[in-house]
């Protein structure tokens, strides 16, 4: 029996922590990786995010007509991650109100920051048009509010 986080990644303080390893096709020619696939990284973290908490992106778009959409992204590019790297993704939702969720992601190797965004992500019907998060995807996702300050602190400097 292996120690590895399972592929979704898991959820522990009200941060859900996701891993990944940087292939040849995340890099650059120079090993490094691309800028644009930490903006995948964070994607796919944010919908493993969703999966550990129940909630199935598919079926709310199959059954309910709706979708999460990144409305905004903000990105600080701290430091470069290279070929073979193991990586989390650490994502805590910041609030949540309306159509919208405001997220904070980490994109780290070990306990070095490399990447950090923040996202607005909006709840969207089949028409593009915003529309409330449904209650049951509130309520799957609430236990990642801040329950104590440490990423989010880390975040705002």
Do not use: W
């Not at 996202?119 to 969207?124: G, K, N």
């Amino acid at each position: 029996m292996s120690d590895a986080a399972p592929p979704s990644g898991s959820i522990a303080s009200g941060i859900h922590s996701f891993p990944l390893r940087v292939y040849y096709e995340d890099t650059d020619a120079g090993g490094i990786v691309f800028y644009a696939n930490y903006l995948k990284f964070a994607e796919r973290a944010r919908t493993e995010m969703l999966r550990c908490c129940g909630v199935d992106q598919e079926r709310l778009r199959r059954e309910a007509g709706i979708g999460l959409v990144v409305r905004r992204a903000a990105v600080d590019f701290l430091a470069p991650a290279r070929l073979d790297d193991e990586l989390t993704v650490a994502t805590r939702l910041l609030d949540h109100a309306g159509a919208t969720l405001e997220l904070a992601q980490e994109i780290a190797r070990g306990d070095t920051a490399l990447v950090r965004l923040e996202i607005r992500a909006a709840c969207v019907r089949a028409d593009g048009r915003p529309t409330r998060l449904p209650p049951a995807l509130v309520a799957a996702i609430v236990h990642l509010s801040p329950q104590d300050s440490t990423m989010v602190d880390a975040h705002a400097r």
